[in-house]
């Protein structure tokens, strides 16, 4: 490693972690104790911006180990995965991975103006949201990295229950990731690997500011929120991170709510 090692064994892996939920996430497990690795695909030029936020967990004095590439092409998953296996140093294992993959397909189902839903949209999008949660989590367990006591958090929306404009595709991966968390949690458990899922409340980032009428969506989730403001980052950062302490191992295969109770009404 380019970087000694100081007082911490353990990683947290974060899928899509260069902005946003898993951005926020890797600096508050990164400020309890993790080095971090980062996986996520992102524009020359954003990396300036990018980088600033990985040099704040640098300063931490943490090693990063980022990676910007496809995480959805197995052949590429599989490389990283083998560079992971030869930069760990030894004893050190990942303890925690989140799925913090924000690439789906935002259109309607029927318009007159816009191009609409068609298969592959929704195949793209479940590929993305949902199913490299499972496949991630299988390569790395083959690949012996994870802990005796893994906790894997992913992040969902109320998109699961409700219709949304522009949303279904999304919906229908939110769906099928939920449904992954819980098999994981049974099937992996004698692994010691723990599964849940998060449900933030209505965030402002840039994933939200993709959605068609995104600020509707905003008003609609203040104007329900009985502490009238919207769920940041870090809410939702704190909240992964309790799911990773001692504390928190009996919980697995759930739903947790995170957004200050905008889904009450």
């Not at 609409?116 to 390569?139: C, G, H, P, Q, R």
């Not at 905003?218 to 009985?226: C, D, G, Q, V």
């Not at 769920?231 to 919980?251: C, F, Q, R």
């Amino acid at each position: 490693m380019e970087e000694r090692i100081k007082n911490s064994n353990v990683w947290a892996l974060i899928l899509g972690g260069s902005t946003g939920l898993g951005l926020a996430t890797a600096k508050k497990l990164a400020q309890k104790g993790y080095h971090i690795i980062i996986i996520h695909r992102d524009r020359r030029s954003d990396m300036d911006e990018i980088d600033a936020g990985f040099n704040e967990i640098r300063n931490m004095d943490r090693n990063l180990i980022s990676m910007n590439m496809d995480a959805f092409n197995p052949d590429k998953r599989s490389a990283a995965i083998i560079d992971l296996q030869n930069r760990l140093p030894q004893g050190h294992h990942i303890k925690v991975m989140v799925h913090s993959v924000a690439k789906g397909t935002l259109k309607p189902m029927h318009s007159n103006e816009a191009s609409t839903l068609v298969n592959t949209d929704f195949k793209i999008t479940l590929e993305a949201m949902a199913l490299s949660l499972y496949d991630w989590t299988k390569a790395l367990i083959n690949a012996n990295v994870f802990a005796e006591d893994t906790r894997i958090i992913s992040f969902t929306s109320e998109g699961n229950i409700r219709a949304l404009p522009n949303y279904g595709a999304v919906s229908v991966a939110k769906v099928a990731l939920e449904a992954l968390t819980r098999n994981m949690a049974l099937e992996f458990a004698p692994l010691g690997i723990k599964a849940n899922c998060i449900q933030a409340g209505v965030t402002l980032t840039k994933s939200l500011k993709m959605i068609p009428g995104y600020e509707s969506i905003k008003r609609h989730a203040l104007s329900r929120n009985p502490n009238k403001r919207l769920t940041t980052p870090e809410d939702v950062a704190n909240a992964v991170y309790l799911l990773t302490l001692e504390e928190a191992k009996w919980i697995t295969g759930t739903v947790i709510k995170v957004d200050g109770g905008e889904s009450l009404q």
